[in-house]
């Protein structure tokens, strides 16, 4: 099966606007040469600016989806996104328990960018005790590594980074990728955690504008590099280059945020204008 590319199981909701969600995941893995699987796990009404509806998908639907896809192909890395409810996440949890061998990347979409709620506590208190378990990389940004951290709602602890992240390797990861597009600081830094601390830290240019699907693009990047065979240092880093040249390259279709060009690498700045004499003479 050599001339069979990397495959990738994602478990995410759709987008429309195909800036996020399963859409997002879609577009990336292909543009990485993965031959993405689609488990769609909830159904959004949105567009470039918020989130107005999500309706979940029957948890039974979303085993039945994966078990079916799995049994006839081999799958190198699942990515998981956003989940849609408790049901969802004991049905996921419950099918990636049977594959422990495939790497999984788990990206915790709990709001869009306008803020709407797309996880409840229920929801998270879920993927702590479920999914986290069984996840090789989660890849939060530093507001939903705070929210895995805190142990309630009541929780008044304000933990920095490096210890949101020995918290949540401590529900049983085994990395932790936090993000830093939600804090002021002049450059993203991006940190990946271990159980012995740091492993590595990666700082990007800040970018003018805000991205619809930037998560969803990197967390599905870092599924592809790792299904294409990197380690996960060197997955992590070249996942961060091609999520930053999407965002580059973000162009803005709607009225909200602009969206990610993950097909970046295929457009030329300038097609090349034939010589005069070259042109077709009109009829």
Request: aromatic share 4%; net charge negative; proline share 7%.
């Amino acid at each position: 099966m050599s001339d069979v590319p990397p495959i990738v199981l994602v478990f995410s909701a759709t987008d429309p606007t195909g800036g996020a969600g399963m859409q997002a995941d879609i577009l990336t893995l292909a543009s990485m040469g993965c031959h993405p699987l689609s488990v769609i796990t909830a159904i959004t009404v949105q567009d470039t600016m918020g989130v107005d509806d999500i309706m979940a998908i029957d948890a039974d639907w979303i085993a039945d989806q994966a078990r079916c896809v799995l049994e006839d192909m081999p799958v190198a890395a699942f990515k998981i996104g956003v989940i849609g409810s408790v049901d969802n996440v004991t049905a996921i949890a419950e099918v990636v328990s049977d594959y422990p061998e495939i790497p999984l990347i788990l990206d915790p979409v709990f709001a869009s960018g306008r803020g709407d709620e797309l996880a409840n506590e229920d929801i998270v208190t879920a993927m702590r005790e479920l999914l986290i378990p069984q996840t090789t990389l989660i890849t939060p940004n530093s507001l939903e590594a705070r929210r895995l951290a805190l142990n309630d709602q009541d929780d008044k602890d304000d933990p920095d980074m490096a210890e949101c992240a020995k918290r949540i390797i401590a529900l049983g990861c085994e990395y932790v990728l936090i993000t830093g597009t939600h804090e002021n600081t002049l450059q993203v830094v991006n940190t990946l955690y271990d159980e012995s601390g740091v492993v590595s830290s990666e700082s990007w240019p800040r970018l003018p504008g805000q991205y619809h699907g930037s998560g969803c693009t990197l967390a599905s990047a870092i599924a592809a590099t790792i299904a294409n065979g990197l380690p996960m240092i060197e997955a992590v880093k070249d996942a961060q280059e091609y999520t930053w040249q999407t965002l580059k390259a973000g162009f803005r279709a709607g009225m909200g945020q602009h969206i990610p060009d993950r097909l970046f690498w295929a457009r030329e700045d300038e097609l090349p204008v034939p010589p005069e004499d070259a042109k077709p003479e009109a009829t």
